[in-house]
């Protein structure tokens, strides 16, 4: 079965720092892979995904995503923090084994951006 | 606005009681994802749904849950006789296809509050 890990639940950085949020994922078979943000009380908006190709994928907000295979990892960073960033932030990986649409999530992480 | 419309925003019912929580997918997208997301937690698939027809239903819970897409009108996730535990915000995505590649376009969810 596919799965998603978010290492760390709470990630907090100053403006202008390095954003690093960690996802790993299991999967038998090449796997689509996506990072959605979500604001208070609002939807989840795709902010990039991987399908193939290119494995460095660029995405809204100046955010970018590496699929690292021999890692099964795909680390979602941007170079410099923006207060507007302070979000929570979805790991998601196409499900294979069920009807191959729907998505499996990680648990999110929490983004705080310290002015 | 074509985006994926949910209603209503917000749900209060009483132990008992049943819930109703519509979907309208994107214009051109016949496919249709329910998703609950509980607190701390990440969001999981629950059914999908394409016009009239189940496609995958192995995330709903077996009793007192039930979706449907019907040929004219939107998506509707039925909860009968809600419990506590079943407070959490439901949201539903659309895609044009059901591919895995797709992007899904998530609505801005229904909180619902079960008292």
């Known amino acids: 079965a596919q799965s998603v890990t978010q290492l760390g639940s709470h990630v907090s950085v100053s403006e202008g720092a390095l954003v690093l949020l960690r996802c790993n994922y299991s999967s038998s078979v090449p796997p689509y892979l996506f990072w959605y943000v979500q604001y208070p009380n609002q939807g989840l908006q795709l902010l990039l995904k991987y399908t193939t190709g290119a494995t460095l994928v660029k995405g809204i907000n100046g955010f970018e995503a590496e699929f690292k295979k021999s890692e099964t990892s795909f680390h979602l960073t941007k170079p410099s923090a923006h207060m507007s960033d302070a979000a929570e932030y979805f790991c998601?990986?196409?499900?294979?084994?069920?009807?191959?649409?729907?998505?499996?999530f990680g648990k999110g992480t929490k983004l705080s951006v310290k002015p | 606005n074509a985006g994926v419309m949910q209603n209503p925003r917000h749900l209060v019912r009483r132990r008992g009681q049943e819930a109703r929580l519509r979907c309208s997918p994107m214009?051109?997208?016949?496919?249709v994802y329910w998703y609950r997301q509980l607190p701390e937690e990440g969001l999981k698939f629950m059914v999908y749904?394409?016009?009239?027809?189940?496609?995958?239903e192995s995330g709903m819970p077996k009793e007192r849950f039930s979706a449907e897409f019907p040929k004219e009108g939107p998506s509707i996730l039925r909860i009968q006789q809600v419990v506590r535990g079943d407070s959490a915000a439901y949201f539903c995505a659309s895609s044009p296809q059901g591919l895995g590649q797709e992007t899904q376009y998530f609505g801005p969810g229904t909180r619902l509050l079960v008292l």
């Open positions: 998601a990986v196409s499900d294979y084994g069920g009807s191959q649409g729907n998505l499996i």
């Open positions: 214009k051109g997208h016949s496919h």
């Open positions: 749904l394409q016009k009239e027809n189940i496609i995958d």
